[in-house]
């Protein structure tokens, strides 16, 4: 994670990419396989030649061969979307064990208005601070949150070259 990027929007983007994604999973279905081999038949009128037998043996071979070949895919889609789904469920989950590990009252700051989604000036109000100390605490909290992302970072990459 770059110490330029704003991680609170990108947690906002996380959340709505998990019920998106979540969503997609619960509903998947993929690629029909029985429409996919169906338009495959070849048991219809071809120019100006018509098959009168069934579907050929070449046809039959085509069609399971295509079977799993979209059964492949669908795998492919599915998995591709789980993992992602993974990716986004760590990267909260992550984030918001960052914010726990914030120094002094940083922490219950930055639950409220970033998690919780509390506004500048009720934030203000409730830890009876100004608009501009928020700001401060903002900076604060992007620069140890950017702390702990890069010895994330510097574990993964020790693991990944060991």
């Given amino acids: 994670m770059k110490a330029g990027e704003n991680l609170f929007d990108k947690y906002h983007q996380w959340k709505k990419d998990r019920i998106t994604l979540a969503f997609e999973l619960s509903r998947f279905e993929g690629v029909s396989t029985d429409e996919v081999i169906e338009s495959m038949c070849l048991s219809r009128p071809q120019d100006e030649r018509v098959q009168t037998s069934g579907v050929s043996d070449r046809t039959g071979k085509t069609a399971v061969y295509y079977r799993k070949v979209a059964e492949s895919m669908n795998d492919d889609w599915y998995d591709y979307t789980f993992r ?21 009252r940083l922490p219950e700051v930055i639950r409220d208005m970033v998690v919780n989604g509390m506004q500048w000036k009720e934030a203000a109000a409730k830890y009876a601070v100004s608009e501009a100390m928020l ?3 903002r900076r604060k909290a992007l620069s140890e949150l950017a702390a702990l992302y890069e010895g994330r970072a510097k574990h ?5 070259l060991s």
Avoid: H, M, P
């Fill in 156 to 160: 993964t990459e020790e693991y990944l």
């Fill in 84 to 104: 992602k789904y993974q990716y986004v469920k760590e990267e909260i989950e992550f984030f918001e064990y960052a914010v726990s590990r914030l120094s002094g």
């Fill in 135 to 137: 700001t401060k605490y």
